[in-house]
């Protein structure tokens, strides 16, 4: 059974950097494409940026320019680099199974706890 394991929220000010880390236990994500989503307070959860196995990437409008997706298939790893954050960025953070190519399509709901990600001064 698939089991994400997210890290590397925090809280940071507006304009400051994190990079969140996705990992899977009993699962290797290399022959999966895999994508971030993000979900606040009284929102539905929305996606934000995937990566494919060959490592393409898409990202959407309201991140581009300023949140990277990759990929290390030796740590088992997919990381989320995001940078330039906004208080509009605090969400709780996700990864999961996806199609990933002009958009985002969730394809396994075996989501995780998340990791928090707060952007305030």
């Known amino acids: 059974q698939v089991h994400f394991v997210e890290s590397g929220g925090g809280l940071v000010q507006p304009g400051g950097s994190l990079r969140l880390s996705c990992t899977a236990s009993?699962?290797?994500?290399?022959?999966?494409?895999i994508g971030w989503f993000r979900q606040a307070p009284g929102n539905e959860r929305e996606g934000v940026s995937c990566?494919?196995?060959?490592?393409?990437?898409y990202v959407t409008n309201f991140v581009k320019g300023r949140f990277t997706i990759s990929r290390d298939n030796v740590r088992n790893t997919v990381y989320l680099q995001m940078n330039s954050l906004k208080p509009e960025d605090t969400a709780v953070y996700y990864c999961?199974?996806?199609?990933?190519?002009?958009?985002?399509?969730?394809?396994?709901?075996?989501w995780g706890q998340g990791t928090q990600v707060t952007v305030s001064s």
């Open positions: 999961a199974i996806v199609t990933c190519g002009f958009g985002i399509r969730l394809e396994n709901t075996a």
């Open positions: 009993g699962f290797t994500l290399d022959s999966h494409h």
């Open positions: 990566i494919t196995d060959n490592g393409s990437t």
